[in-house]
């Protein structure tokens, strides 16, 4: 189990869960505190073990920016990811768009509520100033809370006493 359905803060964090891969899998089963939550210590052949997590919806975000350099990406991914002491429920990298020639920070961002998304995107902004490079756009990538784009949107433009459920014709609506 990991995540919110993880028993020990060790195992929340799905990538540690995974560590090791289907072939050291194995090994990793016979240390005390690897045993499975449920079922035998041991991998099946050919399906492998499973992991099942209780999360809130993540958001697949990337930020592109306006060069080539994948370097810059990559000390950006490393301010905002908490794993690097950044925000808490962001997992960041840096990457290069080939077919774009465009260096990107890509993230998943397990909490939108505890790490805003907009939080994240000025962060970035303000760290690619360091290094004289803007943002060229943003993307999400499959779907995404409403609320995750709702809150940038308050944020951004400053809505003065905005009620979601009310000034939102489709909340409205749904009652």
């Not at 289907?22 to 399906?47: C, I, N, S």
């Not at 960041?92 to 920070?105: K, Y």
């Amino acid at each position: 189990m990991y995540e919110e359905s993880a028993a020990t803060p060790e195992r929340q964090n799905l990538a540690k869960v995974r560590k090791g891969q289907f072939e050291g899998m194995t090994d990793k089963l016979k240390e005390p505190e690897w045993a499975p939550d449920y079922g035998e210590r041991k991998v099946h052949p050919t399906a492998g073990v499973t992991a099942v997590g209780a999360r809130m919806p993540l958001v697949a975000f990337n930020v592109n920016l306006d060069t080539d350099n994948v370097e810059v990406a990559k000390k950006i991914a490393k301010v905002v990811r908490g794993s690097s002491g950044g925000f808490k429920y962001c997992k960041g990298i840096g990457l290069l768009l080939e077919d774009r020639n465009i260096a990107q920070v890509s993230m998943n961002m397990v909490n939108y509520e505890g790490t805003p998304l907009y939080r994240v995107f000025e962060t970035i902004r303000f760290e690619a100033k360091r290094y004289g490079v803007g943002i060229i756009g943003s993307e999400v990538i499959g779907l995404t809370p409403a609320k995750a784009l709702i809150d940038c949107a308050e944020y951004y433009l400053q809505i003065e006493e905005f009620d979601e459920k009310k000034q939102i014709l489709e909340n409205h609506l749904l009652g």
